[in-house]
């Protein structure tokens, strides 16, 4: 019996058990043998596979220096407060199309890229000044468009920052009936191959730049249906998507989700509806203008800004049904700037980060 009862665990014990450790906890457990470390291996291969994490990252609007740093893994429906070493911000972050975080001032532009968003690359200002542009990463460029200060001749005014030669180039202006909605405020911001994809959340209205040719195409029309009057493009594995919400201004009936289908101006395909009880968590009757999406792997983070409390994520399962549920925002703090993006990591970058003595991860009880 007292050898039965000191027998290691092994074999598909093993792996069962760790689908039920959360995700941070499993960087330990790689480095107890290398047979644990093919077992968690194995474990997240084919029993629980790890998820894009959501981070938000909270800025006091009067200190930019002083930043938090939150993670959730949905795969372990845990969130995490992680406290970076490395890094202060001089100037407010902000995210665009999902996964790409930026800061840009008259003297400096700064851009994370990797999953966790703890690595930032310092590069020149653009030429144009500008207050809030449209932001794209594309293959290896950095597209910056719109958003140009009052006084700057162009407000259409287009540049294109080359991580690898590090040099900035003007391209042709954003398209004349975008005038009025150059901010990012009033836009959507996809990533397809090399095309970036702009469309005007209110009507749907999509220019799409190539940045190899260097040219504008459009306009398309990206609005589903005459009964939808808020349009939020994004990318869910290597499909175009728009999230719709259905109804008008203080009388939502609906959210929903659309795949583009056979090109833009081809089609769309109904996906899937967000359950009423959901809608009514996240709307609250308050302003809908503010309704953002955070699209990563085959999650669909959607939020209220005026409801901070509320997310409600969507995970689309084998490209054609929708998982919905509603997951409290344990990252709330106010008072501060939240600032929200995607991440998605493996496990080596979560072993590299977690093993690093600059940052350290902590699970929040919510």
């Known amino acids: 019996m007292a050898a039965a009862a000191e027998a290691p665990i092994h074999g598909d014990i093993l792996e069962a058990i760790l689908s039920h ?3 941070i906890h499993l960087v330990p457990v790689c480095h107890v043998s290398n047979s644990w470390k093919r077992a968690v291996s194995s474990s997240l291969a084919h029993l629980r596979p790890i998820k894009p994490w959501l981070i938000v990252l909270n800025q006091n609007p009067r200190a930019s220096h002083v930043t938090t740093m939150h993670a959730y893994d949905p795969r372990s429906h845990v969130w995490l407060d992680i406290k970076d070493r490395t890094r ?11 996964t790409l975080l930026y800061t840009l001032t008259p003297a400096e532009f700064t851009f994370s890229l990797d999953a966790l968003h703890l690595h930032w690359y310092q590069a020149p200002s653009p030429r144009v000044l500008r207050t809030d542009p449209a932001v794209a990463l594309v293959g290896s460029r950095v597209v910056v468009a719109g958003g140009a200060c009052e006084f700057e001749d162009d407000p259409l005014a287009v540049e294109m920052y080359d991580a690898e030669s590090r ?7 954003m398209p004349e009936l975008l005038k009025n909605s150059t901010a990012s405020s009033w836009l959507s911001v996809a ?31 990206l609005r589903p249906d005459e009964s939808v009057f808020h349009c939020i493009t994004g990318i869910l594995g290597e499909r175009l998507m728009v999230a719709g919400v259905v109804g008008e201004f203080g009388n939502v009936r609906g959210v929903k989700l659309w795949e583009v289908r056979g090109g833009l101006g081809s089609g ?7 359950p009423k009880e959901m809608i009514r968590k996240v709307m609250d009757g308050s302003e809908l203008g503010s309704v953002e999406v955070t699209w990563i792997g085959n999650f669909a983070y959607v939020r209220n800004t005026s409801v ?3 997310l ?10 929708c998982e919905w549920r509603s997951v409290k925002n344990a990252a709330v703090n106010h008072g501060t700037r939240m600032v929200v993006c995607g991440g998605n990591l493996c496990m080596e970058d979560l072993q590299r ?11 929040k009880h919510v």
């Open 268 to 274: 769309m395909v109904e996906v899937g509806e967000m």
């Open 308 to 310: 901070a409390e509320e």
């Open 353 to 363: 980060a977690a093993m690093s003595e600059n940052w350290t991860f902590y699970m």
């Open 21 to 23: 450790v959360p995700l």
């Open 167 to 173: 040099v900035w180039e003007r391209c042709p202006s």
């Open 312 to 321: 409600v994520v969507c995970e689309v399962l084998n490209g054609v049904g």
């Open 191 to 221: 990533v397809t191959g090399e095309v970036m994809h702009v469309t005007e959340k209110h009507s749907g209205v999509t220019y799409s730049f190539d940045t190899v040719m260097k040219k504008w195409k459009g306009p398309f029309d």
């Open 88 to 98: 202060s911000h001089a100037s407010p972050v902000r995210s665009s199309h999902s």
